[in-house]
């Protein structure tokens, strides 16, 4: 028994000898990891609480100091384009804009948010942007945005724009297979968008 125990210990050693570098090598790099990771936890905390902090004093100002509100949208953009305050500010300021007239920069945030965003946020910001450029005479770009979506909770929405576009273009019998989906699809409005296909008076 003395024997193989010593056997054991030299063939233990011997493969300390062989891969004992390798293993610590290994350890440090895992404590490394864990720590690199917790680190970029706490960064990426750290930057939502800040941009929290300046969203909600745009959020505050934006409709008294318009002029301060850009500035902290700038700001935002610029330190903090990863989060989804980046969104929300452009969002925010789109909505503003339009208020104040002002389409053409309305037009230029959304189309920030479309680049950027993903998602819930894109679709809204693209459903927006299409109607403003529908308003602005923009029919061709306005139904690139919107063409193609097909089912998922916002098709109802999509098909009801793609109707209002056609109805822009004269093509009242593709506006009114697009408010026949739009309904079928569960839009929001569905009194309305039956009332849109009834003005069309195309036959059913």
Known sequence: ????????????????????????????????????WNVWSSHKVEQGQEASSLYTKLSQNVDTDIAYAETLNATIQDDFSSTVYAQLSEMKLAKVKLA????AAAIAHLQKVV?????????????RLARLLRDKGELDQAMTLVEGYQDGAFSGLYAEIQGDLYVAKGDTEK?????????????????????????????K
């Open 1 to 36: 028994m003395h024997d193989t125990e010593e056997e054991q210990i030299e063939a233990m050693k011997k493969w300390w000898e062989e891969n004992g570098k390798s293993v610590i090598f290994g350890l440090c790099i895992g404590v490394v990891a864990i720590v690199g």
């Open 100 to 103: 104040s007239k002002d389409q």
């Open 115 to 127: 680049g950027s965003a993903t998602g819930e946020m894109q679709h809204v910001a693209k459903l």
């Open 175 to 203: 506006a009114a297979a697009a408010y026949q989906k739009a309904i079928v699809a569960g839009a929001a409005k569905e009194d309305w968008v039956q009332m849109k296909l009834d003005a069309l008076g195309v036959a």
